[in-house]
């Protein structure tokens, strides 16, 4: 079975930084394009960033300069890394993968979500 799993949460100042890590395990073929997520309060999941297998990245209007995204493939491991943070950057954070576990079976997963809180 496969999971997706976020650490690096939690309750940073505004200017701060933090670093977020996504780690996949379980039957793993072999994961395609991985991302970052988040939702605040009252307000819609939103994509952050996107990294493809080979490492193209997209990231939102508003996160880019500030945030990174990038991923290590021998790992099965995502990160993101935040500095700059503004209050408006509070939200559960979560990670996603498109993961094969044989050749032709491609699903999306997410991690559980991981709460990232910038105090003014």
């Known amino acids: 079975q496969v999971q997706l799993m976020e650490s690096g949460g939690g309750l940073v100042q505004a200017g701060g930084s933090l670093g977020l890590d996504c780690f996949a395990s379980?039957?793993?073929?072999?994961?395609?394009?991985m991302g970052w997520y988040r939702q605040a309060p009252g307000k819609q999941r939103e994509l952050v960033a996107t990294?493809?297998?080979?490492?193209?990245?997209t990231y939102a209007d508003s996160v880019k300069g500030r945030f990174t995204i990038s991923r290590d493939n021998t790992k099965n491991t995502l990160y993101l890394q935040m500095v700059s943070l503004k209050p408006e950057d509070t939200a559960v954070y979560y990670c996603?993968?498109?993961?094969?576990?044989?050749?032709?079976?491609?699903?999306?997963?997410w991690g559980p979500g991981t709460q990232v809180t910038v105090s003014s």
């Open positions: 990294i493809t297998r080979d490492y193209r990245t």
């Open positions: 996603t993968a498109e993961i094969l576990i044989n050749s032709w079976n491609q699903k999306d997963y």
């Open positions: 379980g039957i793993i073929f072999r994961i395609n394009t």
